[in-house]
Protein backbone atom coordinates (compact mmCIF):
# COMPACT_ATOMS: atom_id res chain seq x y z
CA UNK A 1 0.00 0.00 0.00
CA UNK A 2 1.26 3.17 -0.60
CA UNK A 3 0.37 7.34 0.34
CA UNK A 4 1.42 9.85 -1.90
CA UNK A 5 -0.21 13.35 -3.15
CA UNK A 6 -0.94 15.04 -0.49
CA UNK A 7 -2.00 18.06 -1.18
CA UNK A 8 -4.52 20.65 1.21
CA UNK A 9 -7.14 22.56 -0.61
CA UNK A 10 -6.11 20.76 -3.60
CA UNK A 11 -2.55 22.37 -3.22
CA UNK A 12 0.40 20.45 -2.49
CA UNK A 13 2.44 22.48 0.65
CA UNK A 14 0.55 25.87 -0.01
CA UNK A 15 2.25 28.84 1.86
CA UNK A 16 0.04 31.82 2.98
CA UNK A 17 -2.93 30.93 1.56
CA UNK A 18 -6.26 32.07 3.29
CA UNK A 19 -8.39 28.76 4.47
CA UNK A 20 -11.87 28.65 5.96
CA UNK A 21 -11.92 24.98 5.91
CA UNK A 22 -8.59 23.01 5.91
CA UNK A 23 -9.44 19.70 3.42
CA UNK A 24 -6.61 17.22 3.48
CA UNK A 25 -6.61 14.98 0.51
CA UNK A 26 -4.53 11.87 -0.70
CA UNK A 27 -4.23 8.88 -2.73
CA UNK A 28 -3.80 5.69 -1.85
CA UNK A 29 -2.49 2.75 -4.01
CA UNK A 30 -1.62 -0.84 -4.37
CA UNK A 31 -4.39 -1.73 -2.36
CA UNK A 32 -5.77 -5.54 -2.38
CA UNK A 33 -8.71 -6.21 -3.75
CA UNK A 34 -11.37 -6.50 -1.18
CA UNK A 35 -8.48 -5.13 1.71
CA UNK A 36 -10.44 -3.10 4.77
CA UNK A 37 -8.60 0.39 5.20
CA UNK A 38 -8.46 2.58 7.66
CA UNK A 39 -6.67 5.88 7.40
CA UNK A 40 -5.39 8.42 10.52
CA UNK A 41 -4.65 11.62 9.73
CA UNK A 42 -2.12 13.86 12.22
CA UNK A 43 -1.08 17.36 12.33
CA UNK A 44 1.93 18.84 14.29
CA UNK A 45 3.34 22.09 14.91
CA UNK A 46 6.99 21.40 14.52
CA UNK A 47 9.03 19.05 11.68
CA UNK A 48 10.26 16.36 14.43
CA UNK A 49 6.58 15.62 14.69
CA UNK A 50 6.45 15.99 18.31
CA UNK A 51 3.99 18.80 19.05
CA UNK A 52 0.81 16.99 17.78
CA UNK A 53 -2.31 19.38 17.57
CA UNK A 54 -4.99 17.35 15.56
CA UNK A 55 -5.43 13.37 15.53
CA UNK A 56 -8.36 12.26 13.32
CA UNK A 57 -8.13 8.89 15.27
CA UNK A 58 -8.55 5.67 12.96
CA UNK A 59 -11.53 6.28 10.32
CA UNK A 60 -12.65 4.09 7.47
CA UNK A 61 -11.12 4.31 4.19
CA UNK A 62 -11.37 7.72 2.72
CA UNK A 63 -9.06 9.86 0.28
CA UNK A 64 -9.15 13.14 2.32
CA UNK A 65 -11.26 15.00 5.48
CA UNK A 66 -11.85 17.74 6.43
CA UNK A 67 -9.88 19.09 9.97
CA UNK A 68 -10.89 21.23 12.07
CA UNK A 69 -8.49 22.40 14.71
CA UNK A 70 -7.69 26.13 15.39
CA UNK A 71 -4.51 27.46 13.64
CA UNK A 72 -2.48 30.75 14.12
CA UNK A 73 -1.30 33.51 11.68
CA UNK A 74 2.01 33.05 10.00
CA UNK A 75 2.15 29.31 11.17
CA UNK A 76 3.89 26.35 9.06
CA UNK A 77 2.24 22.99 10.43
CA UNK A 78 3.63 19.53 9.24
CA UNK A 79 1.08 16.73 8.39
CA UNK A 80 1.10 13.01 7.48
CA UNK A 81 -1.36 10.25 6.79
CA UNK A 82 -1.29 6.27 8.20
CA UNK A 83 -3.13 3.65 6.41
CA UNK A 84 -3.49 0.15 8.39
CA UNK A 85 -4.62 -2.71 6.43
CA UNK A 86 -2.56 -5.90 5.24
CA UNK A 87 0.48 -3.98 5.11
CA UNK A 88 0.69 -0.71 7.25
CA UNK A 89 1.88 2.42 5.41
CA UNK A 90 2.83 6.08 6.22
CA UNK A 91 2.93 8.88 3.91
CA UNK A 92 5.73 11.43 4.05
CA UNK A 93 5.45 14.52 5.92
CA UNK A 94 4.18 17.39 4.17
CA UNK A 95 3.44 21.19 5.56
CA UNK A 96 0.92 24.09 4.87
CA UNK A 97 1.23 27.39 6.02
CA UNK A 98 -0.97 30.02 7.23
CA UNK A 99 -1.50 33.75 6.09
CA UNK A 100 -0.74 37.29 7.89
CA UNK A 101 -4.47 37.68 8.45
CA UNK A 102 -5.43 40.47 9.81
CA UNK A 103 -1.86 40.90 11.52
CA UNK A 104 -0.30 44.96 10.57
CA UNK A 105 2.28 44.72 7.59
CA UNK A 106 5.68 46.07 8.53
CA UNK A 107 7.37 46.78 5.45
CA UNK A 108 9.20 48.69 2.72
CA UNK A 109 7.00 49.22 0.29
CA UNK A 110 8.12 49.45 -3.10
CA UNK A 111 6.72 51.30 -6.36
CA UNK A 112 6.44 53.67 -8.84
CA UNK A 113 4.76 57.10 -7.97
CA UNK A 114 1.12 57.67 -8.45
CA UNK A 115 0.78 53.95 -9.61
CA UNK A 116 2.48 54.54 -12.97
CA UNK A 117 3.51 51.77 -14.89
CA UNK A 118 7.28 51.20 -15.07
CA UNK A 119 10.19 49.27 -13.83
CA UNK A 120 10.36 49.19 -9.70
CA UNK A 121 13.83 47.89 -7.81
CA UNK A 122 15.30 48.31 -4.77
CA UNK A 123 18.89 47.54 -3.44
CA UNK A 124 19.31 46.78 0.43
CA UNK A 125 21.90 44.92 2.80
CA UNK A 126 21.71 42.62 5.62
CA UNK A 127 23.29 43.58 8.59
CA UNK A 128 22.65 40.31 10.31
CA UNK A 129 22.47 36.74 9.30
CA UNK A 130 19.20 35.29 8.19
CA UNK A 131 18.04 31.99 9.22
CA UNK A 132 15.13 32.44 7.35
CA UNK A 133 13.18 35.21 5.33
CA UNK A 134 9.95 35.52 3.65
CA UNK A 135 9.34 37.93 0.61
CA UNK A 136 5.96 39.25 -0.41
CA UNK A 137 5.48 39.99 -3.97
CA UNK A 138 2.46 41.08 -5.87
CA UNK A 139 2.31 41.98 -9.82
CA UNK A 140 -0.23 38.78 -11.00
CA UNK A 141 3.25 36.45 -12.02
CA UNK A 142 4.99 40.24 -13.88
CA UNK A 143 7.63 40.23 -11.78
CA UNK A 144 10.92 38.92 -11.71
CA UNK A 145 12.80 37.92 -8.15
CA UNK A 146 17.01 38.50 -7.85
CA UNK A 147 18.97 37.81 -4.89
CA UNK A 148 22.77 38.06 -4.76
CA UNK A 149 22.54 38.48 -8.35
CA UNK A 150 20.70 35.34 -9.40
CA UNK A 151 17.16 34.85 -10.55
CA UNK A 152 15.38 33.52 -8.33
CA UNK A 153 12.70 31.09 -9.31
CA UNK A 154 11.31 29.35 -6.49
CA UNK A 155 7.70 29.85 -6.51
CA UNK A 156 7.01 32.46 -3.67
Not at 21 to 27: E, S
Not at 40 to 54: A, E, F, G
Not at 72 to 92: C, F, H
Request: aromatic content about 14%; overall charge negative; glycine content about 8%.
Amino acid sequence: MKLSNLKVNHITNPVGFSMPYLFFGWNISEVGVGEVIRVRLQVYTDPTLHCRIYDSGELSWRTGLTADFETKPQTRYYWQVTAKGEQDSGSETAFFETPKEEHCWKAKWIGTPDGEDGFVSTNFTVAESVERARLYVTGLGLYEVWLDEKKSVRSI
